[in-house]
């Protein structure tokens, strides 16, 4: 529902360029909460 909503907004108000931002947001938060000790040092080095 909430994807749906997004999408209904970025679609009447023409901002696609959001997309781009929460497909990496979305990658970034499962990387994240998916991850144990081995993966996490490289998120590190990311920023």
Avoid: G
């Avoid at 997004?6 to 499962?30: A, N, V």
């Amino acid at each position: 529902m909430l994807i749906q909503e997004l999408w209904q907004f970025m679609r009447i108000r023409k901002k696609y360029w959001l997309f781009p931002i929460i497909m990496i947001l979305l990658l970034f938060s499962t990387l994240i909460l998916f991850s144990q000790t081995a993966v996490l040092p490289f998120v590190y080095t990311l920023f």
